[in-house]
């Protein structure tokens, strides 16, 4: 995608794709780098409210690339962006995201969404990802598969990453109660904490193909 080409290869995962992180960091900004000591970041996860699904693989006609600057500009929605880039960038293979959560109740959803913004700011996903799991109240480690993607990053483009708790309803919404999703008449809401430090280093890692 992006240079818009088919392309034959010997393997999969690609042999020559290293796997590349970019460390989530204070501010919304992503980055090579790694933090150092910096606040986490926290949001507000109502399943009354889930955030809605704007294209990606799902069924119908809305599927496939859709803007998601609105979805953006939510409250609990966390995004991370990267410098304008100086060359052309292309990530082919799997994504994997590796967050430092806790939450404030026993069970709870975490997601992941790969974004390619434009240099008109105009924001496309790529691909995404969720994980749901049980949490005590210490911070936890977790990874999210946010699937393989092909794509080639233009020069000028940057890379965003957009993390929340629900991407209704390609996912179903978690009621962060523990108890059964399809009989739970009582949800709750959940705050959530995203660390990135020296000692908890939350990281997205795209495969990039040398050039």
Sequence with gaps: MGANVWRDEREWPLERAKPTPYYLRSGGVLAPEP??????????????????????????????????????????????????????????????????????????????????????????????????????????????????????????HRIRLEVSSSNFPRFDRNPNTGRDIVTEARPITAQQKIYHSRVMPSRLILPVVPR
């Excluded at 294209?55 to 991370?80: F, K």
């Excluded at 790969?114 to 977790?142: C, F, K, M, Q, T």
């Design 35 to 156: 933090p150092v000591d910096e606040e986490s970041d926290g949001y507000v996860y109502d399943p009354q409210n889930p955030v809605p699904t704007h294209g990606g693989a799902i069924l119908g006609p809305r599927a496939g690339a859709a803007r998601q600057n609105e979805i953006e500009t939510r409250s609990d929605v966390l995004v991370y962006t990267t410098s304008p880039l100086a060359q052309d960038l292309e990530a082919t293979g799997p994504v994997r995201l590796i967050l430092h959560v806790s939450t404030t109740v026993p069970n709870t959803d975490f997601t992941g969404k790969l974004v390619d913004v434009h240099p008109d700011g105009a924001a496309y996903n790529v691909s995404d990802g969720i994980l749901r799991r049980a949490y005590n109240d210490d911070p936890a480690e977790i990874a999210l598969d946010l699937w393989p993607t092909s794509i080639v990053f233009f020069r000028g």
